[in-house]
């Protein structure tokens, strides 16, 4: 049972180190820490199924996390622009440009 937690354990560290984008030494300590801490107090027989099913669980949610991530960026590449670069960026699909806005001077 102890070589199952270390296998679940080891794809969860996988799936936190491809969901994020920051250098190794740039990510977030706790998040690691708290899956090493469930992890630990895994211990007792009674709940080793249980556990396994909730690892298995929030493994599952990484990945589908991460592939939701990968699809919008590649289906809806205008996701992380804001409104005004959003408008032009559909204006100019289309083949329009938009017009200039004119700006009075004070």
Not at 7 to 28: D, G
Not at 33 to 43: D, E, I, T, V
Request: net charge positive; aromatic share 6%.
């Amino acid at each position: 049972m102890v070589a199952h937690h270390t296998h679940v354990y080891r794809q969860v560290v996988r799936e936190i180190a491809k969901a994020t984008v920051k250098p190794r030494l740039a990510r977030n300590k706790d998040i690691a820490s708290n899956f090493r801490a469930l992890f630990a107090q895994s211990g007792r027989p009674e709940d080793a199924q249980h556990f396994q099913h909730d690892m298995q669980n929030a493994l599952t949610f990484l990945r589908s996390q991460r592939e939701h991530k990968a699809l919008l960026e590649r289906y809806n590449p205008l996701i992380d622009l804001t409104a005004e670069e959003r408008i032009e960026a559909t204006a100019r699909r289309v083949g329009l440009n938009m017009p200039k806005i004119h700006v009075p001077e004070a």
